[in-house]
């Protein structure tokens, strides 16, 4: 089983809009700092967003504003609401959880590209 599995990346003209999600399994999820990071060819994976258990949330000043992380405990499931999108937010996304038990860990997602056009 893949413990994070995305969806929703794609084609997108500047200004646009769209919804990634992020499914994630219970276990995983309930204890986790749910992420969205991104990466462009070359470059380092940035942060663009985290969740926390309890709903706290921070994100990387280039977003703040356009983008609105939240999860769903019900569903076990994360999401990251793009909106105004700017050619610069082009690059492959990826999911993430990060949780300790005894020793921190990292999970992560297979990616989905988001590609905005101008």
């Known amino acids: 089983q893949v413990p994070l599995v995305e969806s929703g990346g794609g084609l997108v003209q500047s200004g646009g809009s769209l919804r990634l999600s992020c499914a994630a399994s219970e276990t995983i999820f309930r204890v986790s700092i749910m992420g969205w990071y991104r990466q462009v060819p070359g470059e380092q994976r940035e942060l663009v967003a985290t969740i926390a258990p309890g709903d706290n949330t921070n994100y990387a000043e280039s977003v703040k504003g356009r983008f609105t992380i939240a999860r769903d405990n019900a569903k076990n499931t994360v999401s990251l609401q793009m909106n105004s999108l700017k050619p610069e937010d082009t690059a492959v996304y990826y999911c993430?959880?990060?949780?300790?038990?005894?020793?921190?860990?990292?999970?992560w997602g297979q990616g989905t590209q988001v590609t905005v056009s101008s």
């Open positions: 993430n959880a990060n949780f300790t038990i005894i020793v921190p860990f990292d999970v």
